[in-house]
Structures are given as C-alpha cells and as structure tokens.
C-alpha cells in the first residue's frame, strides 16, 4: 500500500511518497519515484492502482507541457489542480475509471503562494494545509494537527514529516522503508535527501 | 454505507422577514477520517441567490461548476440575471438529466424572489438527487445530520424574525444539530441574505 504526505510551510511544499513497487505481499522494487515534477513549479505525489498510476501521471504531465508549450506559461497550480480534478471526475463516470489518490503541491509564482490539493480518485479536491493518503494517513494526519505550523521554515517543515515517516515506520506493519522527498518553493522543484 | 453519506456535511436555510440564511458545516471526511475543516458547500449563484450542495463531494464540485455554466449562458442570453424561483427549476432538471445515473447531491437554494411589483420577498427550496422540488415556507434541511436539523429548527424557529435573529436561529440550529451528527461539523458558515446585501459569517464549532 503505498503512502505518501505533503504539507506547506513559509514559501514552500514538502511533498514525500514511499518508494517501494509491491505486488502482493512481494517488494518487486524500492527505488520507485512516485512524485511527478508536472511543471517548473508544480510537483504531483500519486498512488493507487498500479498501471493506473503511472498511466495518468504521464496523461497529465504531457497535458500540462502541451499547455506550456502552446502558450509559452504554465497553468498556475490551481487551474491545473481543476483540470486534473476534472479529468478524475470524468473518468469516475466512465466504462474505465482511474484510481489513483493524488497530492499536488505547487508555488504559485504570481502571488508568491504555496499551493497544496488534496485528490481522491473519485475527484474529490481541497485544499489542505496538510495532507495524506494511505495508510500513512491515520498517523500522519494527527501527527500533523499537533506539529504543523504553516510559517514554519524548511528545516522544522522537515523534522515535522520526519516525525511522520518515524511514527508510520513504528507502528504499520507493513511498513515501507524508504521515502522520496521533493520541496517546491519560489526557485522551483528540487528532491531532498532526509 | 451509502454513497450519500461517504464525505459527510449538512446545509440548513431559513426564512426570515424581508431576509433569508442559507448555512452549512465546513467538514470534508473520507467516512469517519476528517481531510479537511475548510470546504465550503455553498456557492452564490447570482447576488441574491445562494444555493448550498450537500453530498458527494467530487458531485459537489461539479455540479457547482455545470450550474455555473448554465447560468452563465442563461445571463448571456437572456441579459438578465436568472430569479431564485427560475434556479430552482434549472437546479431540478439538471439532476433529472442524469435519473439513471444521478449526481449524488441534495441542494437546498436561499434567495431574494423579485415579485411583479418590483419588490423582494423570501424564498427557500431544496430538491432530492433527482431533482424532486420542496417549496417550503418555513425552513429547509439536508445532509448527513438533516434529521436533527429538522428536530432542533422546528423548535427554534418561528416566522417573521429579523436578520440578526435569524443568523442567532439558524446558527444555534446548525451548531447544536452538528455536533450530534459524526459525519458534519468542524466549523460553520451562515449567509444572511437581505434585498441588498448579504452577511457573510463563519462560525468556530466544535472540533471533535
């Protein structure tokens, strides 16, 4: 079951995903990168069904590009989070619907914002301070009511998910072992090791 | 558990004299798990016409932006704004185009109705996820907690109260009936809505 967390801090998104490709109960993998960089500043942790991860990821990130391409910008996270939202809405009514679960965290570079959605395969969206999905949820979510602070820099932004990650490595059982972490923030997207 | 009752929430509207309120919680869960304490069910459709979508929260989300467009394109073609009574109906036939296959919402309308004298007069309604019209003269429920909604306005309303006391009677409703309900909560919203102009304000609830 895959897990993945992102919260927002002073000026930037921490978004972290597992990285462990499972089928069953057998790991098949543990470098698996599960966040999509979907534009210079927008980043897309997503999990689900295994094909249809992928499959949509890739759907949406050449979308976006096309989108960049033909009018030289691109979408600011908000009208990307409703396009990918409805995208997911559409295919939920459809003979094949996707199911996968998505984090967007971007940076808003014309009001200097960072932006964090919260999407769900039905195409359910918010926006969240902080956000989960998996099992990594039940821990994170409380966790993060107590230590999450919206003003906070990137170094106590981190030690925040780092308690997450220590608390879900404790107590799940099926615990994954390793974590892909990338930030977005005013300079764009980079991927920092925890 | 039903479809209905999957992300929870409860929107409530009342008439008042010369005014009405439409308010809702502010909770977003997956079942019992709380993802979000800021997701508002209640958009204005045009300045004298709110209407609130309680239900299915990816069905929240797009009916608001299907009704938008349809009554843009009414405003556009029309060059009139659309009366809350005529929404109503657009809100009902919409929801009736998917019958069998429907958007799972139960919207509850608040608005100023302009009468052939040019005057204003109150007006709720609220339609099944079908789209089967109340028309209620008093007040209007749904969502995951309505049935003690209807309990706690029946007791607390009465007719003709001004727009201060109607947001004191809608919000005490609101509150004391969420907080009996699992699946609603978590802050609440109240919109007072007078011929012209409308009180927006949100409401600390219990967060538990």
Redesign the interface.
């Known amino acids: 079951m895959d897990i993945s967390f992102a919260l927002t801090g002073k000026g930037y998104v921490l978004v972290a995903a597992d990285t462990t490709a499972a089928r069953s109960i057998i790991k098949m993998k543990s470098d698996e990168d599960k966040i999509k960089v979907l534009s210079p500043h927008l980043l897309m942790a997503f999990s689900g069904e295994p094909g249809d991860t992928v499959n949509f990821a890739e759907y949406v990130e050449r979308n976006l590009r096309l989108y960049h391409i033909r009018h030289t910008y691109p979408l600011r996270p908000a009208s990307a989070a409703s396009w990918i939202r409805r995208s997911l809405a559409e295919s939920l009514r459809s003979r094949s619907p996707y199911s996968v679960n998505l984090l967007l965290g971007g940076y808003d570079t014309a009001t200097h914002t960072p932006e964090l959605y919260w999407v769900d395969y039905l195409g359910t969206m918010t926006s969240v301070p902080f956000g989960a999905h998996g099992y990594g949820s039940y821990f994170a979510l409380s966790l993060l009511d107590r230590y999450h602070d919206p003003e906070a820099g990137l170094e106590e932004g981190l030690a925040a998910l780092r308690r997450c990650i220590d608390e879900v490595s404790k107590r799940l059982v099926v615990s994954p072992g390793k974590y892909k972490v990338k930030v977005v923030d005013k300079d764009g997207v980079r991927e920092i090791e925890l | 558990m039903s479809i209905m009752q999957y992300?929870g929430g409860s929107v409530i509207a009342m008439v008042g004299k010369d005014c009405v309120a439409i308010a809702s919680d502010l909770r977003?869960g997956?079942q019992s798990?709380?993802?979000?304490s800021?997701?508002e069910k209640i958009f204005a459709m045009t300045e004298r016409t709110y209407v609130g979508l309680p239900g299915?929260?990816?069905d929240v989300?797009?009916l608001h932006?299907q009704l938008r467009y349809r009554l843009n394109m009414y405003t556009i073609k029309e060059e009139r704004t659309m009366e809350p009574e005529t929404f109503i109906h657009l809100v009902s036939s919409t929801l009736y185009e998917k019958r069998w296959?429907p958007y799972f919402i139960e919207p509850v309308l608040a608005g100023m109705q302009k009468t052939p004298s040019g005057a204003f007069r109150p007006f709720v309604a609220s339609t099944d996820l079908i789209g089967c019209i109340n028309f209620a003269k008093d007040f209007v429920v749904a969502g995951t907690a309505s049935e003690k909604l209807f309990g706690v306005a029946e007791g607390l309303w009465e007719p003709d109260l001004e727009p201060e006391d109607l947001f004191e009677t809608i919000s005490q409703t609101l509150l004391n009936a969420v907080d009996r309900d699992a699946y609603s909560g978590w802050g609440a919203v109240v919109h007072v809505i007078t011929k012209d102009k409308v009180v927006k304000r949100t409401l600390k609830g219990r967060m538990d």
Do not use: K, Y
């Not at chain 2, 798990?33 to 979000?36: M, R, T």
């Open positions: 992300n977003l997956n798990l709380g993802i979000s800021n997701f299915l929260a990816t989300t797009t932006e296959g």
